[in-house]
């Protein structure tokens, strides 16, 4: 089995441009999610996906951050007009789930975005 | 809301020395579950355990062996002859009714010859 992929692995873009992730989660995993991770922090989560229904929202992920799961496989993360705070990694982690258990989270390696 | 404490941001061990990475954790959920993940410089996170708030039995894998007390709300983590490719940043992350993990800030660990 493959793992979680990303890509792109690396961006660096000017403050004000549109930026654009993707994720591709573990074959036959139903729930995607996306993590921002900053120097020395912990993960802090910022959404995620059953299927292609976006079940959460952090209050993190403001206007100008979007994701979408459009057909319950791959997902997008796009963050308009960047600005130097978004510089952070941004990680992706699948899981398979049944009703009414937890699931274990497995991680991509991750997109980092620099803002210059 | 919950919240994950590492107090160790870093330790450096010797090869061949054992040590011990701390996580206390707050919930006001009744069935939780703890997790360890190890993220070594490469970047990506590595999955390593899982523990639900109802077994409180001790795991042992390896090197590596976990101590749930749910008493002290703790659930550290030791790795026994440490080598150098344990060098990482290993996280400590808690869910319970929501599905998001929350994260602690990290312990790194330097093993060196």
Redesign the interface.
């Known amino acids: 089995d493959t793992g979680v992929s990303q890509d792109p692995r690396h961006k660096i873009t000017k403050r004000g441009q549109n930026v654009t992730f993707r994720c591709d989660p573990i074959s036959e995993h139903n729930r995607l999610y996306w993590y921002r991770q900053t120097l020395g922090q912990g993960p802090e989560f910022l959404t995620y996906f059953q299927n292609e229904a976006q079940l959460e929202k952090s209050r993190l992920l403001s206007d100008r951050f979007s994701a979408e799961r459009p057909k319950g496989s791959f997902s997008t993360l796009e963050i308009q007009r960047t600005e130097q705070g978004d510089s952070a990694m941004y990680l992706c982690a699948s899981s398979f789930v049944l009703a009414r258990s937890t699931d274990t989270q497995y991680f991509g390696p991750g997109t980092r975005l620099t803002v210059l | 809301a919950q919240k994950?404490t590492q107090a160790q941001t870093e330790i450096s061990v010797v090869e061949k020395e054992d040590v011990t990475l701390d996580c206390v954790y707050e919930t006001r959920d009744t069935t939780y579950?703890l997790?360890w993940?190890k993220q070594p410089p490469?970047?990506?996170?590595?999955?390593l355990i899982?523990r639900?708030s109802f077994d409180e039995q001790n795991e042992i894998s390896g090197r590596y062996s976990w101590n749930f007390q749910k008493s002290t709300s703790s659930f550290n983590f030791t790795i026994t002859a440490s080598q150098v490719v344990d060098s990482a940043v290993y996280?400590c992350?808690l869910?319970g009714t929501?599905?998001?993990?929350?994260?602690?800030?990290?312990t790194r660990l330097q093993v060196t010859l």
């Open positions: 994950v579950y997790f993940y490469s970047g990506e996170l590595v999955f899982r639900n996280f992350a869910t929501a599905s998001k993990l929350t994260f602690g800030t990290g």
